[in-house]
Structure formats: C-alpha cells, structure tokens
C-alpha cells in the first residue's frame, strides 16, 4: 500500500535520528507525525530496544520498539569507522535538526564536535539528549529513567504512605524529555526563520525529573519540610483519591467545596458538608482520615461505574480506574483516534491535534537498514559505491540480523 502523503506543520523538515532507547526516538518520531521527514540511522547492533521484549511485532522488532519509530526511513551505518563517519557528514549537510543521545564526546570522537557542528552546519538545530548533562559534578554520567526518577526525587514521593518509594510504572521521566525535546527543536526552528541559525537544544533526564516534582517542590522551597508519599491521594486536596467500590476501584475528585458538597449528597450523607471538620478543603485536608472514613463506607456499596455516572450527572470528576486494556478500548479513546491502526501496525495515535495541518501516521516502523540503499543514493552514490559500503559492513541493507 503507498503511503500517504505528510499533511503536518513540520513537511519539508529534514531531521536526522541518531538516538536510540526511548527519549530521542519519541521526539523524532512526534516530529515525523507532524510531517518532517525524519532519518533514523542505527548502528550495526540495532537500537537496544528492539530486543526488549515480549512481545515481539516481528522477528526484529519488539512491541517497544514498534511504538516510537514509525514514520521514519530506517539506515544502518558503522559510525566508528571513517567511511561512515563521511557519510554522516553528508547526513548532517543535508538536514534541518539533528537529534542524539550519545555519550559525551562520541560524536566529538567522530569529528563531529559542537564546534565543528556549528561552524560546518550552521543552521542545524542540534538536539542533544543526556541523563545528566555534560559538565558539572555528575556530567557525562550515564542515566536511564528509573535511575532519574531515583535521584531526581520521582520514586520518594510515589508510593503509598505506609511503603517504600516506588518508580512511576512507565517511563514518565524518558516521555517528558522527549517531549521537551520536541519543543525545544521547534522553538529552534522558529528562531531560525528570523536569524537564519540554528542552535544546540540542550534536554537532561536530570533537568526532567526536577521539572515534573510539582506541586512538592514548591511547597518544600516554600516549607522546607520534606514531602511524604500519600498514594493515589492528593497531598493539598481533599477528597482527591481511589475508593474500593462494590466491584473495583473509583477515583473522586473533589477539589473545590461545591463538588463536596455534591459528592456528599450523591452518596446520601448531604450534612457532613456542614461539619465543621469538612467545612473547607483546608478543614477536609487537615481531618482526611476520618473524612476518607466517612466516605469509604458509602462507596464500598456502589458498583464503580454507576457511581462514576452519578458523580459525573452532578459535575464531580470521577472514573472506574481502567486497566491499559480498558483504556484502549474506552469508545471516548477510540473516538479520539488515539488507537492507530495501518497496514498490520497497531499503535497510539498523534495526541497533538491540529485542524489545518493535522499529523497522520504515514509508514510503519521499518526494518534496520531498510532504506540504506536508497537514502546513500540520494546522496549521490552509484551503485557500486553503496554495493562497496555494504561489502565491507560499513552500512547494512535490509534484512539485519533476527532475534
């Protein structure tokens, strides 16, 4: 089947993608959704990631894999030896953004420094994705997720009250870098169309994690005192949390006195809104155990999704708590259009929706090495020359190496 053509903002970008794992390749790939052309190179090994199953979408590629790489031409080249360092430099003349997440100075090593990067492609805009930076005290120290969500204060306050830390149960800290990422390249590319260059878009792990501890940072910069797990709850508003209904689990917001007000008349108990204990959300807060009590006892004998519906009738927020399966079911997610499905590729759909220049998903994740022998002939080379590059394993076709 030929793929569509790209509709997005970004048709005409070139962007070239020499991260693996999940932050670069995210980013790259939101850029794709949204029309750029995007060139994902992988080395001759292949990106982690596509070995990190089951499940496997095919004998090359895991389910992981799969979710942040489509809409891309797949090159596999031999970055450490100079045959294909030279054909990086064609890459790089021929692109608009770069994005990587290598070691501090691996592409230094490759001839590739920031300095050379910017006086040889000056209107590159170079995004560059690390876990911790590359000076200071921690710089080019290695970082995944998990051990940002570690150091940068993510696992201590998530959990429950009574347990240890535990890490957010996906890679919220990978995510939100690569979305960062995404924004950091447009507000590059936007700069360049006054200055006409481009600039290094500088994305931590670190600088995430520290980002995302709202609202406990700021109430310690404001108290000094150290933030305490409090589970699904809310730590400055309540009722803000799980129950047990008759049948699973219930999550209820009440963040203001009306919606308490009616979350205490829906489950038939209207006058605890005028005890003074409850009286405000500073009160509810202050007295949340016996308040958690109160209302425990009443949802435990209402079925999670007709109390959901009741809460709802009346304006309180409130959902059953879906498992990943009944989420991607849900007829409002279908209806959304953020379960994707193309030519056997089943993924998430482009949450960023725009009605002139909407995204669309064009090409299913590709095989490593895929289009090599196209993309190094519209840099110029003859067949014998790309024939010769493959001989000597400096770039590989399709067809790499299976599980």
């Given amino acids: 089947m030929t793929a569509p053509e790209p509709t997005g903002s970004l048709r005409g970008v070139r962007v070239l993608d020499l991260s693996r794992i999940l932050a670069g390749p995210l980013c790259a ?19 982690d990631t596509r070995e990190w199953g089951p499940p496997f979408v095919s ?6 894999h799969s979710a942040i790489n489509r809409n891309k031409a797949n090159i596999c080249l031999d970055l450490t030896r100079p045959e294909g360092q030279r054909v990086l430099g064609e890459l790089l003349a021929d ?8 070691k501090a100075g691996t592409l230094a090593k490759w001839g590739y420094s920031d300095e050379v990067i910017a006086e040889r492609f000056p209107g590159l805009v170079h995004c560059r994705i690390t876990g911790f930076g590359i000076d200071g005290p921690m710089g080019s120290t290695p970082g995944y997720d998990a051990i940002l969500q570690a150091y940068g204060g993510l696992m201590s306050i998530n959990g429950e009250r009574s347990g240890p830390p535990l ?13 960062y990422a995404f924004s950091g390249i447009l507000l590059g590319l936007h700069d360049r169309h006054t200055t006409g260059r481009g600039q290094l878009v500088d994305c931590t792990l670190l600088d995430t994690a520290v980002s995302l501890l709202h609202p406990h940072s700021g109430a310690w910069l404001a108290s000094g005192r150290t933030p305490q797990r409090t589970g699904s709850a809310h730590p400055s508003v309540a009722p803000y949390d799980t129950f047990e209904a008759a049948d699973g689990l219930i999550f209820i917001s009440g963040a203001n006195d009306r919606l308490f007000r009616n979350i205490a008349a829906v489950l038939g108990i209207p006058d605890i809104a005028d005890d003074p204990r409850f009286a405000t959300n500073a009160d509810r807060v202050q007295h949340i155990a016996a308040l958690r009590e109160l209302l425990a006892e009443r949802i435990s004998t209402r079925t999670r999704h007709e109390l959901a519906e009741a809460l709802l009738a009346e304006g309180v927020p409130a959902t059953a708590v879906h498992d990943v399966g009944e989420a991607l079911t849900d007829p409002q997610v279908q209806h959304r259009q ?43 080379y003859g067949e014998a020359e790309i024939a010769a590059l493959i001989e000597a394993d400096i770039a590989l076709g399709s067809g790499g190496a299976t599980r």
């Fill in 29 to 47: 790939q939101m850029l794709a959704d949204h029309g750029a052309e995007v060139v994902k190179v992988e080395p001759p090994a292949g990106d």
């Fill in 59 to 64: 004998d090359t590629m895991s389910a992981y």
């Fill in 95 to 102: 692109a608009d953004v770069l994005v990587e997440n290598f």
């Fill in 167 to 179: 890490r957010v149960g996906v890679p919220i800290v990978d995510v939100v870098t690569g979305i």
């Fill in 338 to 380: 953020m379960v994707v499905e193309r030519d056997g590729y089943r993924g998430i759909g482009i949450p960023i929706k725009l009605d002139r220049t909407p995204g669309n998903v064009r090409t299913t994740p590709r095989e490593q090495g895929a289009d090599t022998r196209r993309i190094l002939a519209a840099l110029g």
